[in-house]
């Protein structure tokens, strides 16, 4: 079997502090899974620019200049994070055998690439880098990301527990994902629903090596409602039984008031009245809301609005493929 093409996908938003501390770690760690054997020469490491803000761009240009393995695109805009991964992996999908997408900040560990490799090697299409603790969140992290887990397995969705954005994907899985034309991405969630034979690989998440998180609350809350939404439409049915047991409740109310009326006992209690009719107005607009969440994202759906676009690259596309120019097929030409 020839040696897979591995291409690296790293998103980048505004990471101008780690960038410069991380990127040599990568090329090292791209160069030894090439040293061991495990993948081709012609593989690459491919910074995704997200609409960075400060020099993350000039730092890729720069990188992409000084080492034919770096290479790099530019979004016209910041996206997000999912966004950012499926720009590279559809980058990617035509030119290589496998890809890993990985964060640009140092806090997963390196040295699961070359377990992830040898799953693929041993016939897995999909490889997820599982986190085996969570020593390094805080006990908020830690608890809410696990309730939320649960939640989703509750909902029906298949999820890896505790896995992340760590992956090792096959461009067979990629063209195959491509298929799946949906804007609200939760990709943790998604690769499952693709199928082939996959595996786990275990390793410990470590602190950020420089720079600032940019998941804060409001944005994890964004994607975690994202995941639910998109893999499961189980909370409308939950509103809709709910919607039966509260009417079957009233449906008797209004037989006892009546029953009440005939026999005329009919002191009108106004805490009940007001407690019912608050009960209802609740849960209605409870429903209503849920509800209006689904519309809104069949919405977006509808308008079908491109996931990602590329500004800039860091070789000209319109003459040569970035999977040339390495030192092995240069020495073939010679
Ligand atoms: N990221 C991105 N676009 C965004 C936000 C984040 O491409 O809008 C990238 C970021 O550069 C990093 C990865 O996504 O490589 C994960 O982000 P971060 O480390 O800030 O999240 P955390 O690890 O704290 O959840
Ligand atoms: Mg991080």
Request: aromatic share 10%.
């Amino acid at each position: 079997m020839n040696r897979p093409v591995l291409w690296i996908i790293i998103p980048c938003y505004n990471e101008q502090e780690v960038l410069p501390v991380t990127a040599p770690m990568f090329g090292d760690k791209l160069r030894s899974l090439i040293g061991s054997g495990r993948v081709d020469d012609s593989s690459r490491i491919l910074f995704v620019n997200d609409g960075s803000r400060d020099s993350t761009w000039e730092i890729i240009c720069r990188l992409a200049d000084t080492d034919p393995h770096y290479i790099g695109i530019s979004q016209s805009r910041n996206r997000g994070h999912q966004n950012a991964l499926v720009a590279g992996m559809m980058e990617a999908k035509d030119s290589c055998d496998i890809t890993i997408t990985i964060d640009c900040d140092g806090q997963d560990d390196l040295s699961a690439m070359d377990d992830m490799v040898d799953a693929y090697l041993d016939g897995c299409e999909i490889v997820y880098g599982v986190r085996s603790d969570r020593g390094t969140d805080t006990w908020f992290k830690r608890s809410t990301a696990q309730g939320y887990y649960k939640i989703l397995e509750a909902l029906g969705a298949e999820v890896v527990y505790n896995h992340a954005d760590y992956r090792l994907v096959s461009a067979r899985v990629i063209k195959e994902f491509e298929n799946f034309k949906e804007v609200n991405l939760y990709l943790r969630g998604m690769f499952p629903l693709v199928g082939f034979k996959s595996t786990s690989v275990y390793y410990s998440r470590q602190e950020r090596l420089a720079g600032e998180s940019h998941y804060p609350l409001r944005k994890m809350l964004a994607l975690a409602f994202d995941g639910i939404t998109s893999l499961s439409i189980k909370p409308i049915h939950l509103i809709t039984g709910l919607g039966g047991i509260v009417a079957l409740i009233s449906f008797m109310g209004v037989l006892w008031s009546i029953i009440a009326h005939i026999l005329g006992r009919t002191v009108a209690g106004w805490a009940s009245m007001t407690s019912i009719i608050c009960f209802l107005g609740g849960i209605q607009l409870l429903s209503l809301g849920v509800i209006g969440e689904y519309v809104g994202k069949t919405y977006m759906e509808t308008k079908q609005r491109p996931r990602f676009i590329i500004s800039d690259r860091t070789w000209d596309a319109s003459k040569d493929s970035p999977g040339q120019n390495t030192d092995a097929q240069k020495a073939k030409k010679e």
